[in-house]
């Protein structure tokens, strides 16, 4: 059977394993596979290294020391080898009630102390939320994607209008990408090193911390690797049926609805069947019934914006703020407002005048717009503290805002050195087949933000990737057959 490979390591696969493809076709792929691992792990240290310059407070080398430390000692033979021990001396069904309830217990610690009012976007879903429950309907507007609205409002629908109630469910979301973490380490690494991410997972302080907000990313987390888990249940060896691919497409459907980025995930989807054993042709077929599956789950929303504005949106009107915020003249890398419009321009026209304005300008500026490749790296994978600046909106004591900041620069640390390691250790030496739903992945976000802002936030939807790297490179652990 085949080898899916590890996620981030593609190497990791022992040469010969998995579906080759013999000629000019491994090369290409293999190389790659390694230009892009060479590319993440000097944006990941460049990051890492650079963030503190950036926000000017060179006492965030600290934390930076402390993680970097924490990483070489855990790679330690004798440290990884008493926590494979421990972790494999559980049963199965014990271990994954106590860490999926690790992870519950935490996030409602966490609310219970430190949640606040929602604010900014988080604000606007709560309150979209209550506008509908209470029979007043979305609103005429579509800057923000509907699906984190949409799925308050059904938390509301089931629980009454409390905060808390959404709290306590987002608590439960950690459980979910906990779990879903456990389910696709596994059947990329051997058990103890999925063991190990699913408690990276439960206990990493940036998801845990994010429990207290209304931020969609958890829950676009549990989307993702639920199509990224769905992938591999049935080995590519295996064809999938039309139904299972219709299956895939309904959930990046949901995954759309709660971040536009989901629009372009059956391209993705489409190139890890072919690179995985699949024909070029039914490779293609399966990437089509993704494209048309997902457009039909966010038909009736399309439809209702035709319907609002009397033009086609997709899904949200944001896109060109979004990229606006990083392409024009005066741009920090930084979330910004966009410029404000003559009375009478409609949300659509202001969104496709920054989008034109945008190209324009990475058209006629290309120095500037390689410039501010810089800092959105720092911005976006420096750090993954951005949570306890949306989280507090400096609510929060400030002693308790700086020892927040400070753990979870401790643990990105940590996770990232041992990331790079499994990425330098093994994807850049040896030419073999990686697990391409979740390496796509990971390319695609690095992708979409050298060109849109960049916070921190924005990829806590993509931690499990690099949790199962991490402990795959703590544990030294090469992948298993599925």
Known sequence: MESTG??????LVAPGNGVTRGGRGVAVWSTLQQAFGLLFVLTLIW?????????????????????LGLACLASRRSVAAGVERFLAAWPQR?????????????????????????????????????????????????????????WLLLVYWSFGESLLAAWLVNAGIGGVLTWLTYDVGRRVVAEPAARLAAVLAAVFPSLVLYATTLGNDPLL????????????RRP?????????????????????????????LPVVFGLCYWRRGATLTRSFRNGAVLAVVLFVTILPWSIRNVLVFGEYVAVTTGGGAALWMTNHADATALSEKPPDFPPGTSE??????????????????????????????????GTSSTVVSTASAD???????????????????????LFVVAIWRDALCRSTVAFWPVVCLLAYLWGIHLFYEAQSRYHLAFLPVLFIGAAAAMLRRRPVDV
Request: glycine share 6%; charged share 15%.
């Open 395 to 417: 609510r929060w004591d400030p002693n308790v805002e700086r020892a927040a900041k400070f753990v979870i620069n401790v643990a990105w640390t940590f996770v990232c050195v």
């Open 236 to 264: 590519p060896a295996r064809a999938h049926p039309a139904w299972y691919v219709a299956l895939i497409g309904v959930v990046l459907g949901a995954v759309t609805f709660l971040k536009p980025i989901g629009l372009l």
């Open 94 to 150: 014990r271990f994954l009630i106590v860490v999926v309830s690790l992870a519950v217990v935490l996030r409602v610690v966490a609310v219970l102390l430190l949640a606040e009012e929602p604010v900014s976007d988080h604000d606007v879903y709560h309150r979209t939320a209550l506008r509908m429950l209470g029979g007043r309907g979305y609103g005429p507007t579509a800057y923000f994607a509907p699906g984190m609205s949409f």
């Open 221 to 232: 987390g549990c989307a993702i690797f639920t199509a990224v888990t769905l992938f591999l």
């Open 348 to 381: 659509v026209q202001h969104d496709r005048i920054l989008w034109k304005r945008s190209w324009e300008h990475i058209l006629r500026h290309p120095d500037r717009f390689i410039r501010m490749l810089l800092p959105k790296a720092a911005y976006l994978w």
């Open 47 to 67: 990051g890492v290294l650079s963030f503190p310059y950036f926000k000017r407070m060179l006492v965030g080398y600290v934390p930076v020391a402390v993680g």
């Open 6 to 11: 590890l996620p981030i390591a593609p190497s």
